[in-house]
T-cell receptor
C-alpha cells in the first residue's frame, strides 16, 4: 500500500517564476492538505482540498493556489516566487476531512 | 485561535535515559492534540493523538503523552531513549478535530551514546 507520494523531491527556481508541486494521496484517502515548512519552523497550513474544492485556507496569499483531480491527487501552484517561498512543502492526506493525516516526504523548493 | 508552544528547541538525553519533550497549548474549545516525529529528509509520522477520553495516550515506539487540562499541557515522554529516537518532534493542536492542524516550532532530540 503506497503512502503519500510527492514530486519532485527537490526543485530550484528563480524569483518571479512559477512552480507546480504534485501529491498523490494514500490509497483510499480523499482529502489532501498542503503545508509549508520553513527551515527551523513547524509546518504551516496552506489549504485543504476535498471533493475537488478548496475547503479551508490558511494565511497565505493568492499566489498560492491548488487543484484536486477526480482521482484525489493534488497540485500546489505558486506564482511570482519570492525568496521567502523557499521551504519544504508537505502534502498530507486523510479520509473525509480532518481525520488522521498522513504526510509525504515533501518537496524542497529553493528560490534563488 | 489555537496555538502550541514547545519549550526547548533542542533537547539532549543519554541513551537509556528518560525523554521528556514539553508542549503547552492554547485553545478556546476542547482540543485535539497530536505529536508527530520527523526524521531527516522524511515527512511527518504520527506518534500519538489525544481526542477525548483517557488522558494518558500511548503511541508508537514506546512514547506516551498525558493531557493535563489544568496545566494546558501535553508533554511527550519515553522511559528509555534509544539512538533511533533522534529526530525532530512536533506538537500540534486542532480545535475539536474539525479544523487545520497548528504546529509548534519543533524540538530536536539528540541521543548521547
Amino acid at each position: 500500500d503506497a503512502g503519500v507520494t510527492q514530486s519532485p523531491t527537490h526543485l530550484i527556481k528563480t524569483r518571479g517564476q512559477q512552480v507546480t508541486l504534485r501529491c498523490s494521496p494514500k490509497s483510499g484517502h480523499d482529502t489532501v492538505s498542503w503545508y509549508q515548512q520553513a527551515l527551523g519552523q513547524g509546518p504551516q497550513f496552506i489549504f485543504q482540498y476535498y471533493e475537488e474544492e478548496e475547503r479551508q485556507r490558511g494565511n497565505f496569499p493568492d499566489r498560492f493556489s491548488g487543484h484536486q483531480f477526480p482521482n484525489y491527487s493534488s497540485e500546489l501552484n505558486v506564482n511570482a516566487l519570492l525568496l521567502g517561498d523557499s521551504a519544504l512543502y508537505l502534502c498530507a492526506s486523510s479520509l473525509g476531512g480532518w481525520n488522521i493525516q498522513y504526510f509525504g516526504a515533501g518537496t524542497r523548493l529553493s528560490v534563488l | 485561535a489555537q496555538s502550541v508552544t514547545q519549550l526547548g528547541s533542542h533537547v539532549s538525553v543519554s541513551e537509556g535515559a528518560l525523554v521528556l519533550l514539553r508542549c503547552n497549548y492554547s485553545s478556546s474549545v476542547p482540543p485535539y492534540l497530536f505529536w508527530y516525529v520527523q526524521y531527516p529528509n522524511q515527512g511527518l509520522q504520527l506518534l500519538l493523538k489525544y481526542t477525548t477520553g483517557a488522558t494518558l495516550v500511548k503511541g508508537i515506539n514506546g512514547f506516551e503523552a498525558e493531557f493535563k487540562k489544568s496545566e494546558t499541557s501535553f508533554h511527550l515522554t519515553k522511559p528509555s531513549a534509544h539512538m533511533s529516537d533522534a529526530a525532530e518532534y512536533f506538537c500540534a493542536v486542532s480545535p475539536s478535530g474539525n479544523e487545520k492542524l497548528t504546529f509548534g516550532t519543533g524540538t530536536r532530540l539528540t541521543i548521547i551514546p
